[in-house]
């Protein structure tokens, strides 16, 4: 099975892809991605499928099916912005309507869902109060989103370019 890499960020970023296809890098500040509207057809009427056609349905099979997810984003109020939380939103089409027991806890059952390796790259509000809210936040997304392992890495806006670039460069060696 081909392991695919994903690189999603919510701003422009100057980074060298390994050259093969297996890597994509999505810079959701330039897509057209709408707010889930919460009618639940990807569940219901279109099994897997969102009712909205825009730009998120080309990247959250992405999501899916990649086993090394790279996200990059500003971190306000100990959540992803809006710009990654509207693309993390609409990629429930990944996951069943139905509930499964998981680790002693209620949990979506994926929808043919790869186990990743995540990294979170946050940048913003960096405060110390912001940063626990968030690592809690990536922890109980952990659950929901198939993640195998994950870690954090807080920098500041003006490191995003060589902390993504160390990550990506990782991506060769695996």
């Known amino acids: 099975m081909i ?22 890098y999505v810079d959701l500040s330039q897509r057209k991605i ?5 009618c639940f057809g990807c569940w219901v009427k279109n099994p897997g499928r969102c009712v909205i056609r825009d730009d998120a349905v080309a990247i959250y099979p992405l ?7 790279l996200y990059v984003s500003k971190i306000c109020y100990g959540s992803y912005d809006t ?15 139905f509930i499964r027991l998981h680790q002693g806890e209620t949990h979506h059952i994926q929808r043919n869902v790869v186990e990743k390796h995540a990294v979170i790259v946050a940048y ?5 109060e912001s ?3 968030f690592r809690q936040l990536v922890s109980r997304n952990a659950k929901n989103m198939a993640f195998k392992d994950w870690e954090i890495f807080f920098v500041l806006e003006s490191e995003l ?10 991506w060769k060696r695996c």
Do not use: H
């Open 63 to 69: 999501i899916a099916q990649s086993d090394r997810l």
């Open 124 to 128: 913003g509000d960096l405060s110390e």
């Open 83 to 97: 710009v990654m939380k509207t693309m993390l939103e609409r990629s429930i089409p990944i996951q069943q309507a």
């Open 161 to 170: 370019g060589n902390t993504v670039q160390r990550e990506v460069n990782q």
């Open 3 to 24: 392991k695919l890499n994903l690189l999603m960020s919510d701003i422009s970023l100057d980074v060298t892809l390994p050259d093969d296809a297996t890597s994509y």
């Open 34 to 38: 709408a707010n889930c509207i919460g």
């Open 131 to 133: 940063k626990a809210l």
